[in-house]
Each structure stands twice: as C-alpha cells, then as structure tokens.
C-alpha cells in the first residue's frame, strides 16, 4: 500500500515555492514527489481539460509516493491549491492529520511574475495590463492559459484553509521574508513540519532567478508541458537547474513594470491586502501596499 502524502505545499504560484521544494527534497527524513503540481486536489483551478493536465487517478498519485522509504515528512507541492475553493476540504477528507504551508507574495509582483514567464514561454498575446485585463474577463474559462488577478486575492484563500486546519497543521510563510533570509525561514519551516534541521546552513540559492529563453525552440520547450512532466520525473531540481542555466536561458535584467498595470492593480487588491493583514495580525512588507498593509 502506498502512502498518502502528509504535507503540501498549497501556493501561491510564483511565491518561491519551486526553490522551497529544491530545499525541502534535500533534507534528511523528507520525501518530496518528483513531480511539481500534480493538482490532484485542485478539481476548479486546474480541471480535467486544462492544458497542464492534472492527476485524478487515485492509484497514479500515490504512485508518486512509492519510494519514499522511512520518510517521516511525504509531501507534494501545487501552488493552485490554495485559489482553489474545493481544495481544502478535499485534502481534509483524504488526509486529516496533514500539514498545509503556503508562500504569499506581493500580489502584484507576483503577477507579473507569471507575465513574464509568459512570455517566455510564448503564451502572452499582449502588454502586462492587456494580459491582466483578459484574464479577468476569461477567468471562467479554466481551459486557456491565463493571467489569473484573481489568483492573488489571497485573503478568502487562507481563510478557507484556516477554517479547516488547525494552527498546528497549517502555516503562512512570506516570500519577501523568505527570500532575505533562507536559512532562519527554512529553520521555521522544519520546526513547523517536526523535522530536525540538517547540521549544515542551506546555501541562499535562487532557484527562479530572472532570465530570458535562448530563441524560439527553447520557448516552445518551456511552453511544452509533456516535455516538462518528462524531465521533472526524469532529472532531479539541481541537474535541471544546470541545464536550464548553462543551455537555455540567459540572465538578463528584469524589466520595468509599466505603471499603468501597476496603478491598476493597487486599486484591485487594495482591499483584499488589508484584510489579509488583518487576518494574520501582522504587517506585510509588500511595498505596493506600504499603507493598507500596516492597517
């Protein structure tokens, strides 16, 4: 019989939760599934017809735990599950004793974040603000690759998880937080899933820093998500990083915002930011929201 995973890391996308799993699968006594977003749980984010086709087969899921050995920690990481409303209950259901961690970040930041993996990976049609405006109005359409605003509205998307987990079972880590200090967030994070940290300091290695592809093969070999299942199976997070690093992107300077989108999503998660902060009690060092933040 194989185990069911009893950790996930729910979200956010584009909140450091690739670099958080590289850490993780490194750790002595944690098994992390090979394969990044399997979605099994995400049943209205990612339904069964959504270009990154997710896993429903209940014996294909737990496949993916089958070697996990004498692990204390089995977990997986698909960052839709905390935007997505049947999540919570549905990994209650199946693993009660489970542990949930999601990564939030400067909502705005983090959408365009996804904007500029889409252009890299060719699914962008237009400017930031275009893209955010046609997510918007096709957000009901699950089955186009999107930019999703929505998905940064994280206040009702923690309360979910908060009113089903126990503060035992479910943290809130901040990517800005995170980001300037690995190591002692990593120590909480460890603390947080009862695992002894390793004797050695993890390295402050960016695992997503910002790049550009090598030319029009390589986009379409970001945009293939066959191809990406494959090699995540197949080549562990460090080995991929190298080949990512030495043969198909090229660093380069992360480009301006243009102000027009940036001033049109203040406006859309002013609100929200604050009730989150409310809901957490505590600041957030987003510094789109160096006001409603600290409310």
Known sequence: MHRWPNFFIAGAPKAGTSSLCAYLQAVPGIFMSKL?????????????DHPVRPIRDEREYLQLFAEVGDAHIVGEASPTYLADPEAPHLIRNAVP???????????????????????????????????????????????????????????????RFRSGFPDSQFKVLVFEEFSADVAGSLRHVLEFLGVEPPPIEFAAEAYREYSVVRG??????????????????????????????????????????????????????????????????????????PVASQR
């Open 97 to 159: 004793h489970a542990k949930v961690l999601v990564s939030l970040r400067d909502p705005i930041e983090r959408a365009y974040s996804h904007y500029l993996m889409m252009l890299n990976n060719g699914t962008a049609r237009g400017t930031f603000l275009e893209e955010i405006k046609r997510g918007l109005a096709l957000g009901g359409n699950r089955s186009l690759a999107l930019l999703r605003a929505d998905v940064g509205l994280y206040f009702r998307q923690v309360e």
């Open 36 to 48: 990044k977003e399997p979605n099994y749980f995400s049943r209205v984010i990612v339904p069964d």
């Open 216 to 289: 029009p093969f390589v986009r379409y070999l970001f945009g293939n998500r066959t191809i990406a299942r494959a090699s995540e199976l197949l080549i562990s997070p460090g080995v991929r990083k190298a080949i990512r690093d030495r043969f198909l992107v090229k660093k380069s300077g992360k480009p301006p915002m243009p102000q027009d989108a940036r001033d049109f999503l203040v406006q859309y998660y002013a609100d929200d930011v604050q009730s989150l902060a409310r809901l957490l009690g505590r600041n957030l060092p987003w510094r789109n929201f």
